[in-house]
Structure formats: C-alpha cells, structure tokens
C-alpha cells in the first residue's frame, strides 16, 4: 500500500471555523492532490501540487486553499467552513513522469459541517 | 475540456453473474490515459488499471477484463462470474498527459453482487 496517512479521519466543526486537513506521505513523490467525494460527482478535484511551494487550481478550488512547505506533507485549509463543503475529502499521490504513473489514494477525512 | 460519463448508477446482480460496466468519455488530447478504481463499502479506493491511448489491447486480469475502444471513446470493465466481494463503487477516471496529470472522474457505478 502507498505511505499515505489523512489526518483527522473524522472531523465535525462548526460554520465559520476554520479548518486544516493534512495529507503525509513517505513516497517521496512529487505530485499530491487533494479531492472531495460527493454522491452523483465521483470525485471532484480542489487543488494540486506539483512541487514544494508549487500549487494550482482544480476545478472546484473556490473557499479552499492549499500549502505544501515539504515533499511530504500537504495541507488544505477551508478558512470559513460552510455547510457546502461537508464531504469525504481524499488525499492523492502520484509520480507523475512521461507515463502517467496512476495516482494512489489516503484513506480518506470524513468532515462534517454543522 | 474532458469529461467522463458513467450512465450506470447502480447495477445489481446474483453471483456467479457476469457485470458490465460502462465507460464513455471525451477529449480533445491526442495522448490520454484512463483508469478504474474501486471504492468497497469500506471506503479506500484502490487503483485497477491504467491504459494510454496508445495501446487498444484488450486486458485481463484474473476476473475483471477491459474493453477500450477509441472508436467509441469507451474503457468498459467487465466483470466475470461476480462475486459478493466484487460488490464496491467503480470509478472510470481520464487523465491527459498535457493536465499535470490531473484526474477527472466519472461518477460512479454501485455494483451490489447478492449471494
């Protein structure tokens, strides 16, 4: 199994709260991505990285950010928690390289928005 | 812009019973690769297969078989004599090499195998 630890596994807060989930990894691979899951969407994409410090936009990035100060570890944040964004949010990893090396899931943060 | 259409939503049926999952997706990427994954009722979500756009071979591994074809823009997955374990959430995902290897996925099939 790919070295992937989400951190909490479950989670319920408050509107307005903020909000940190944190992705682990011991894979040393470059690519991380951070997903939500919600029934009839399969899963929808927030944002990724590609390096330390190097991060992007997913298509649903709107009331989320992201920080990657290290290979291993990536952070995302919901600064003000709606009730819009409780959801199953997952953790990805990947190699990335000429091949397109399949990306390889946590086990998932249940969060709920109360 | 690409998109990955599953039109099943839930398939039941007895084991022993073969299943059908369909595939269709859409790119404007002359390289692409796609994928499946499945997500049992415990809620991981475990990689199956990767193809590239490249390689129309069909692939099988032990029970589950994969049909591409480019023709049709579909990756379907079968699988063979079902079983109670096989019942999970089946995702088809299409990722572009152009994208930062972005994944973007269908919505999922339930697959419920009855003993």
């Known amino acids: 199994d790919a070295g992937i630890t989400q951190s909490p596994r479950h989670k319920v807060t408050e509107t307005g709260t903020p909000v940190t989930l944190r992705c682990h990894q011991t894979?040393?691979?470059?690519?991380m991505y951070w997903y939500r899951q919600d029934p009839g969407h399969g899963l929808r994409l927030i944002h990724y990285?590609?390096?330390?410090?190097?991060?992007d936009k997913g298509e649903v990035s709107d009331g989320y950010s992201v920080s990657r100060s290290k290979t291993e570890d990536f952070l995302l944040t919901l600064e003000s928690a709606t009730s819009s964004q409780t959801s199953v949010y997952f953790c990805?990893?990947?190699?990335?390289?000429?091949?397109?090396?399949?990306?390889?899931f946590g086990d998932g943060t249940r969060l709920s928005i109360l | 812009a690409q998109k990955v259409t599953q039109a099943q939503t839930e398939i039941s049926v007895v084991e022993k019973e073969d299943v059908t999952l369909d595939c269709v997706y859409e790119t404007r990427d002359t390289t692409y690769y796609l994928f499946w994954y499945k997500q049992p009722p415990s809620g991981e979500l475990v990689f199956l297969i990767r193809?590239?756009?490249?390689?129309?071979q069909n692939e099988i591994s032990g029970r589950y078989s994969w049909n591409f074809q480019k023709s049709t823009s579909s990756f379907n997955f079968t699988i063979t004599a079902s079983q109670v374990v096989d019942s999970a959430v089946y995702f088809c995902?299409?990722?572009?090499?152009?994208?930062?290897?972005?994944?973007?996925f269908g919505a999922g099939t339930t697959v419920t195998v009855r003993a």
């Open positions: 990285s590609y390096g330390v410090k190097d991060t």
């Open positions: 990805a990893i990947s190699e990335g390289g000429r091949e397109s090396q399949p990306q390889h």
């Open positions: 193809r590239n756009s490249f390689d129309e």
């Open positions: 894979e040393n691979h470059r690519y």
């Open positions: 995902a299409l990722g572009p090499r152009s994208n930062d290897y972005k994944l973007s």
